[in-house]
């Protein structure tokens, strides 16, 4: 049986006196494709901070690699995140002062341990390599994404948690870094969750959870036309 690297259950998150989620459930195997849509305003955002360790839940419990995460202390969270969950932000979060090159390599400098040759691997793939050594300012929205991937992906996570991470970019641009990003994901093994309002995302992936008013209300797959159960719960 696959060890699921995530698990959130029955996750209820209210800021002051709005109940922004209600109950939602997931549970994520190993090496696995899934899409979390939703309109503006149904709680996309705060579903990524929360399954991403960057907030906590009003209630419900969220488990990473096996790990019950509400007894942590906020270092051992930090500790856990940082070793465990790749993050792709839909503004790239690129520090202006730094190098492609050493965005890229912040999530190893936090650990003490640079690896050049997969970073080198990373660049590589994901066709920056002459872009090592320029600022933010000098890319492209699409060039910034990749570099964004690549930061991500630094450290080998589990996880690789992206919030609306093509709406800032132009349909080619988008398809080529979906290409990318799953053709990373196999290298790597990371399992992938991907928020967004995008609709032209949905042929893209195997499993696509709907997200409204708070709660994860619907699952579709590509295997249910062959009338299979996925391997990703959701309720």
């Not at 007894?71 to 969270?77: A, G, N, V, Y």
Request: negative net charge.
């Amino acid at each position: 049986m696959v060890e699921n690297v995530l698990e959130a259950k029955s996750i209820r998150v209210v800021r002051g006196e709005q109940e922004i989620i209600s109950d939602a459930s997931l549970s994520i195997p190993a090496d696995t494709q899934l899409l979390v849509q939703g309109p503006s305003g149904a709680g996309k955002t705060t579903l990524f901070n929360i399954l991403g360790l960057l907030d906590v839940p009003t209630s419900g419990t969220i488990r990473i690699a096996g790990e019950d995460t509400a007894s942590l202390s906020e270092r051992k969270r930090a500790l856990l995140r940082r070793e465990t969950i790749g993050f792709i932000f839909q503004d790239f979060q690129l520090i202006s002062d730094l190098t492609a090159w050493e965005n890229a390599a912040l999530p190893q400098d936090h650990t003490g341990e640079r690896d050049e040759e997969w970073l080198q691997t990373l660049f590589t793939k994901l066709e920056i390599d002459d872009r090592a050594n320029q600022y933010p300012a000098t890319l492209s929205g699409g060039e910034k994404q990749r570099v964004a991937i690549a930061r991500a992906l630094a450290n080998r996570p589990n996880i690789i948690l992206a919030d609306e991470p093509t709406g800032q970019l132009d349909p080619t641009t988008t398809t080529q870094v979906l290409d990318l990003l799953f053709r990373l994901q196999d290298v790597t093994g990371s399992s992938l969750v991907v928020i967004s309002h995008d609709m032209q995302l949905q042929p893209r992936f195997d499993t696509v959870a709907r997200l409204e008013n708070g709660s994860i209300h619907k699952l579709e797959t590509k295997a249910e036309n062959d009338k299979e159960t996925s391997s990703i719960e959701v309720r």
